[in-house]
């Protein structure tokens, strides 16, 4: 079991960059793959990011390459979304996830922990 708790949301110009961090916790952050996902007003939960149990593996979705970079720091059991050149379809809640295995996952129902998320707002 593990506890996801992520900050670092807020309203930004187009342009503009956040960075997102993800708490979690637990002794065993190690062996979780960990994502970030976003759900904006009227759309589904979609994929943005993911990393591999010891960060050498990344995957991002087509729409953030470029300019989102997920990284972990095992730690102090945190995964971060540094996002830059932020755009306004950017505007969503960024939710963190984790799943316990050493391979990497980009689908959201092969998730089984969640944070409650964190609303970025990028303004035109």
């Known amino acids: 079991q593990v506890q996801l708790v992520e900050s670092g949301g807020g309203l930004v110009q187009a342009g503009g960059s956040l960075r997102l961090s993800c708490a979690a916790s637990?002794?065993?952050?190690?062996?979780?793959?960990m994502g970030w996902f976003r759900q904006a007003p009227g759309k589904e939960r979609e994929f943005v990011a993911a990393i591999n149990w010891s960060g050498g593996i990344t995957r991002y979705a087509d729409s953030v390459k470029g300019r989102f970079t997920i990284s972990r720091d095992n730690a102090e059991n945190t995964v971060y979304l540094q996002m830059n050149s932020l755009k306004p379809e950017d505007t969503a809640v960024y939710y963190c996830?984790?799943?316990?295995?050493?391979?990497?996952?980009?689908?959201?129902?092969?998730?089984?922990?969640w944070g409650p998320g964190t609303q970025v707002t990028v303004s035109s």
């Open positions: 637990g002794r065993t952050f190690s062996l979780y793959c």
């Open positions: 996830a984790a799943e316990r295995t050493f391979d990497i996952v980009t689908p959201a129902r092969l998730y089984d922990f």
